[in-house]
């Protein structure tokens, strides 16, 4: 089945940068989205940024014009890059891959095994 290696979380001051990184392999349809969503402590999981297949991408508004998704589609893998960073940033990271429902297999989703990212003030 499908794998997502995720990688690039890390501690950095506020202010900062890191990229994170996510490999999916296995038999990938091709129309998908992968993406990135967030979990800090004691909250729900949240969307952070998506990327189509085709290259349409929604972020989420406590990010919007720090982070930058996007993807390289020959090779399966997904890019998160988080520019000044917020210590409310902190959370574990989990790439996401999304595959449509056709014929008889419905849409599903994958997970990685999530990276730490800890921004400190």
């Known amino acids: 089945q499908v794998q997502l290696v995720e990688s690039g979380g890390g501690l950095v001051q506020a202010g900062g940068s890191l990229r994170l990184s996510c490999a999916a392999s296995?038999?990938?349809?091709?129309?998908?989205?992968m993406g990135w969503y967030r979990q800090a402590p004691g909250k729900q999981r949240e969307l952070v940024a998506t990327?189509?297949?085709?290259?349409?991408?929604n972020y989420a508004d406590s990010v919007k014009g720090r982070f930058i998704i996007f993807r390289d589609n020959a090779k399966n893998t997904v890019y998160l890059q988080m520019n000044r960073l917020k210590p409310e940033d902190t959370a574990v990271y989990y790439c996401?891959?999304?595959?449509?429902?056709?014929?008889?297999?419905?849409?599903?989703?994958?997970w990685g095994q999530g990276t730490q990212v800890t921004v400190s003030s």
């Open positions: 996401n891959l999304w595959t449509p429902s056709r014929g008889s297999i419905r849409e599903r989703d994958y």
């Open positions: 990327i189509s297949s085709g290259g349409i991408i």
């Open positions: 296995g038999s990938i349809f091709s129309i998908n989205a």
